[in-house]
């Protein structure tokens, strides 16, 4: 090959290196460094009087933040260890069922719950005022842990099942094989190897749990918490220095979350939710092994249990978008749907248009990350490794507020645009992101691009020869990650969407508040048909290469 | 010489993986890198395909140092252990990638590609997916793809270890056979001595990062240096002499009798293993392998008295030596 040529190929490959580099400190680290920097500054003078203020003024907001996120971590977690193992032993329909919910609950929106909630135990409450003749109240702490506990549940059955899924299948067949009944291989072989797993689910639902300001506000009446504080300090009183020390504060769990996530993970190859979720849907399931005892009737029945009130809440939900009040009387109406088409059609297509770019360019710049980190390797590597995985340490309400203090103001100026939420939702999702391609590059990819090099390629040619389409069922997986986050995220993006320019989530959460929870209800069956639709799409195209190899 | 190793060093987080390699070998011969895993036989091979680079040294091909230049420029190329095989192309595309960079326009590459996968007996395979071929089909894709684009040395990094038993003896005759046809250079790095001693012209035994002995299969197995060597080659009887060396000899040069030898001794294990029959045979001083050929005629049996001779006897190492 010709030097002239050659240097051509290396200048492409250092501009696209230096792009990226510069896209990742200005969208990741610039933003984390203005929120910190807000909760130290006060006129202009650095001082620890804003942390003073939060700590005097708001001790029982800290308070009941901490009761209500350790009680939603312990509940949380019973659940989904009995779940998680109730579907990696058993087999038949239920567990099919069972499965197939949760993996609706990967794609609902979020307030889902709470919104069932609303319409069950509500003043107005199905089961509280129609059935039992009561008027309660019921907002308050209860309600909010019980929805954080539900909806974190599905989330952590599934890592956890994940885990159980990773658990060679002889080691349990062998226990069984030497005498052990049951309940022993659970006790002693099944819930030690989960442990570092069962540690991190934990943290994880603490942290969701003190970052989230939608269940609080929807359900939980007069009690308060910290991050519905943080959020009102943004949108109402704009209190911003108050906001990010709030923020930061909640880092500090999110952190220890992380840390033991990397320990955890760097001895355990960490699957993502879709593979997962074909995993175990796909695996036929050993006939070997029959669970039977006391201890795997306890965790059928608390299975079951949940099976029941997850079919409950989507029921409700179903329900509650085609049927209508009135004198007492319930009859169905697709009036809920006309109004949504009538008034928030804009917000449905919005959404959807931002989670095809999310889908496509958070596809292309995770791809470049992923490959400048993991295939090519250099010196400094690490360091950009770590700062793409700091979007997956903050909550996402830190990182809706890092983005309005980062870019109010000239050179970036983004506020009130869409490429603000458009840029938050592709960096938010990028760790992710970046962990398919590195899944997916590290095994033999590293190889494969070596035989390339060895051949005579240059990198341009080996990216766009072997690795782009070697990849292209990650890029599908990321693709259809990113729609659904934008589809259903919340947390983060509030704080960014100017009200001319709302997305289907906030419509429904503003539906909610309003009381229209006929309105909300349809909201939430046609993000999820939504998002079920482009998922099943995109699996059929992903089966379709597969079967081409 | 061809290729030239000087004191190539490479260290992993202050592990020395390979300390003060020195070797060289001849246009249009096969070298063997063997040794036990984690001998740094695999590190040497990637240092000269330039997939690493080393710390101290130099390596020279061809009379050209190419110590420092990128895999892409290096005039080798490798079969790596996995194949490495691009999963989206076919066949055909797989073989012919490299020509591309060579400066082959595509009508060229393909006619050159097909010659090659010719000579690997998968032309009727051309247009097939790598991923729909045999074990044995993707490695002679994977070696078709190293050798169209006519390397200098070609670099094999255990190439038949995930081949079954038949296959990898095959494959090593027809690498042979390619190999004595086009007259290339090989680096051939495996721990299956057996292998080595059938494929090589040229053997290094490696250990612990440093060459044990360089030398051709039967000056290895004949007159190992170092116990190192002795042990890893071969089975064998090590006899402490009188002197303080050690001799040895190989149960095939036993011979073993009813009515006359050198030492008398005992059959106190007795193993069938298809063409041989192992015995193990109680003297005096020692225990000593013996293997017999399964003809059909002769047989000996547990707790027979037999006399023994030795066919040969090596006395090389010094007690101690190299140890």
Known sequence: ?549 | MFVKLENVTKTFNEVVAVDQLSLEINKGQILCLLGPSGCGKTTTLKSIGGFLRIDGGRIIIDGEDITNMPPEMRPTSTVFQSYALFPHMTVLQNVIYGLKFKGYSRKEAIKKGEEYLEIVGLLPYRNRNVQQLSGGQQQRVALARALVVTPKVLLLDEPLSNLDAKLRVKMREEIKDIQSKLGITMIFVTHDQEEALHIADVIAVMNEGKLEQLGTPREIYCNPKSKFVLDFIGNSNVIEENSGAISFVRPEEIIMDRHEGNICGKIVKKTFSGPYISYVVQTDNNILNVQGQNTGNEEFEMGEYVYLTFKERHIHLKKHSSV
Not at chain 1, 27 to 34: E, G
Not at chain 1, 204 to 224: K, W
Not at chain 1, 274 to 303: C, H, V, Y
């Open chain 1, 1 to 549: 090959m010709s030097k002239s040529k050659n240097m051509v190929y290396k200048a492409i490959d250092y501009f696209i290196f230096i792009v990226l580099v510069m896209l990742l400190l200005i969208f990741i680290l610039r933003p984390i460094y203005a929120i910190i920097r807000t909760s130290f500054i006060l006129d202009g003078k650095f001082t620890l009087d804003i942390y003073r203020n939060l700590f005097r003024d708001n001790i029982r907001l800290i308070k009941n933040s901490l009761f209500v996120a350790t009680l939603t971590t312990i509940i949380s977690v019973i659940i989904s260890i009995n779940v998680a193992i109730y579907v990696s032993l058993s087999k038949g329909r239920i567990r099919k069922i069972l499965i197939l919910l949760l993996m609706l609950t990967m794609i609902s929106p979020p307030f889902l719950s709470s919104l069932a909630y609303i319409k069950l135990f509500g003043r107005r409450g199905f089961i509280t005022h129609d059935i039992l003749g009561l008027t309660l109240n019921t907002y308050g702490w209860q309600g909010i842990v019980s929805m954080q506990s539900l909806s974190s549940s599905s989330m952590n059955a599934f890592i956890l099942t994940g885990i159980i899924n990773r658990i060679d299948k002889d080691i349990i067949k062998s226990s069984l094989d030497l005498g052990a009944n049951t309940s022993y291989t659970i006790r002693k072989i099944i819930l030690p190897m989960m442990k570092p797993g069962i540690l991190n689910v934990a943290l994880l639902t603490f942290v969701r749990s003190l970052s989230d300001f939608g269940t609080p506000m929807t359900i939980g009446g007069a009690f308060n918490v910290l991050a519905t504080q943080a959020y009102l300090n943004v949108i109402a009183y704009s209190k911003m220095e108050l906001a990010a020390a709030i923020c930061v504060l909640i880092l500090i769990p999110a952190a220890i979350a992380f840390t033991q996530y990397r320990i955890f993970s760097r001895k355990n190859v960490l699957y993502t939710q879709n593979t997962i979720a074909n995993e175990m849907l796909d695996e036929d399931q050993d006939e070997s092994i029959k669970p039977k005892g006391p201890l795997w009737r306890f965790i059928q029945i608390f299975a079951s249990l949940f099976l029941f009130t997850m079919i409950i809440q989507y029921l409700t939900i179903f329900l509650t978008s085609i049927t209508q009040y009135s004198y007492g009387k319930m009859y169905f109406t697709i009036e809920h749907f006309v109004h949504l088409r009538k008034y928030l059609g804009d917000s449905f297509i919005r959404s959807i248009t931002y989670g095809f770019i999310t889908g496509i360019c958070g596809g292309i710049l995770s791809f470049f990350t992923s490959y400048y980190v993991e295939i090519r390797k250099f010196r400094a590597s690490r360091l950009l490794d770590f700062v793409v995985t700091l979007p997956s340490i903050v909550p996402g309400v830190f990182m809706g507020i890092a983005y309005i203090l980062a870019f109010n103001n000239k050179p970036l100026e983004l506020t009130g645009t869409s490429a603000i939420v458009i840029l938050n939702i592709m960096f938010r999702q990028l760790p992710s992101n970046t962990r398919v391609y590195n899944a997916n590059l590290s095994q033999i990819g590293t190889q494969v691009a070596d035989a390339g090099k060895d051949l005579g390629a240059p990198s341009i040619y080996i990216v766009k020869d072997i690795l782009f389409p070697m990849s292209k069922t990650a890029f599908m997986t990321n693709f259809v990650n990113n729609f659904k986050n934008t589809m259903t995220t919340v947390g983060a993006i509030i704080f960014l969407v100017y009200p001319g320019k709302k997305l289907a989530t906030l419509e429904m959460f503003s539906a909610i508040r309003e009381g229209k929870y006929g309105v909300g209800a349809a909201a939430s069956v046609t993000i999820i048909l939504i998002t079920l639709t482009i998922n099943i799409l995109m699996s059929r195209l992903i089966m379709r290469w597969k079967n081409v190899r």
